[in-house]
């Protein structure tokens, strides 16, 4: 039981202070994160959208020869 009452003891209450400054650093770092993020998928947009294309034509092209081969 003396374990459990430690724990608790150790335990320090943050300020309003404290608990706005880490709320601003985690948004600080989320919209650093997220610029980053958006910056690296504009640069491979483009081959992102020609990979797409191309394996939508490979399998529209062989759902098509599948039914010219099937006889009713």
């Known amino acids: 039981m003396s374990g459990r ?3 608790k003891e150790d ?3 943050r300020g309003p202070f404290e608990w706005l400054f880490n709320a601003a650093l ?4 989320t919209a650093i994160a997220l610029t980053l993020a ?8 483009p081959w ?3 990979g ?4 939508g034509g490979v399998a529209l092209a062989i759902h ?3 039914l010219r081969r099937r006889q009713w």
């Open 5 to 7: 009452r430690r724990d």
């Open 11 to 13: 335990v320090v209450k």
């Open 26 to 29: 985690l948004v600080l770092g």
């Open 38 to 45: 958006l910056q690296m998928l504009a640069a491979i947009w």
């Open 48 to 50: 992102l959208v020609a």
């Open 52 to 55: 797409a294309l191309v394996i």
């Open 64 to 66: 098509i020869a599948i």
